[in-house]
């Protein structure tokens, strides 16, 4: 009988703690959503990088290997091939009425003669019936080079394309004769290279 009493007693007291328990709440909180704030936290630990997407999408990812635009890029350093002043020059586009003619001396030649800005200089030279020296025909060797008297190359022809001289050629006054078009008048070395 006593046994009885006690293990009713132990029951009414168990039952009566947890009833307060629940009722005053376990006193727990969901944590705010903080995913947002350490992706950003760990953004900003990340340096910037001018490196474009989808490569630079992932934090961390990438950004140590990351080449800032400009250095190492697709632009030429000077005396490196090919003078990129003609990039996109084309001489077939040029308007009649843009057409002008310039007085070239060949000075081995002995020869004073107009080629227009839409000629290059060797098919003219060969015109004239001078054994000119060429391979490609197509400004990615050196073999039709000349040397321009009067300063760099730069400020008397246009090449249509060079792949085979180096900005300080130029500098020199060295052409490409298959694909340089006059724009000014000036005296020529044929077969002299770099
Ligand atoms: S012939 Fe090769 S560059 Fe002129």
New binding site residues.
């Given amino acids: 009988m006593v046994d009885q009493m006690s293990v009713a007693l132990g029951a009414g007291l168990t039952l009566i703690v947890v009833a307060i328990h629940y009722a005053r709440g376990t006193g727990w909180e969901p944590p705010a959503d903080i995913s947002q704030e350490v992706l950003e936290r760990r953004a900003a630990a990340v340096p910037e990088t001018d490196f474009p997407e989808p490569m630079n999408r992932s934090i961390g990812g990438g950004a140590a290997g990351a080449i800032p635009a400009g250095e190492g890029g697709a632009e030429l350093e000077e005396g490196e091939e090919g003078g990129d002043e003609e990039e996109g020059f084309d001489p077939e586009a040029i308007p009649d009425d843009e057409v002008e003619y310039y007085e070239v001396e060949f000075a081995k030649e002995g020869e004073t003669i107009e080629i227009a800005n839409n000629e290059n200089i ?1 098919d003219v030279g060969e015109e004239e019936g001078w054994d000119l ?13 000349g040397q321009i008297q009067d300063g760099p190359a730069g400020d008397y022809i246009r090449h249509e394309h060079n ?2 001289l180096f900005d300080d050629d130029m500098d020199d006054g060295y052409c ?4 340089a078009y006059p724009i000014d008048d000036f005296t020529l070395e044929t077969g002299e290279q770099p």
């Fill in positions: 060797l020296p060429y391979a490609c025909r197509q400004g990615q060797c050196v073999s039709c080079a792949e085979a490409l004769t298959c694909v």
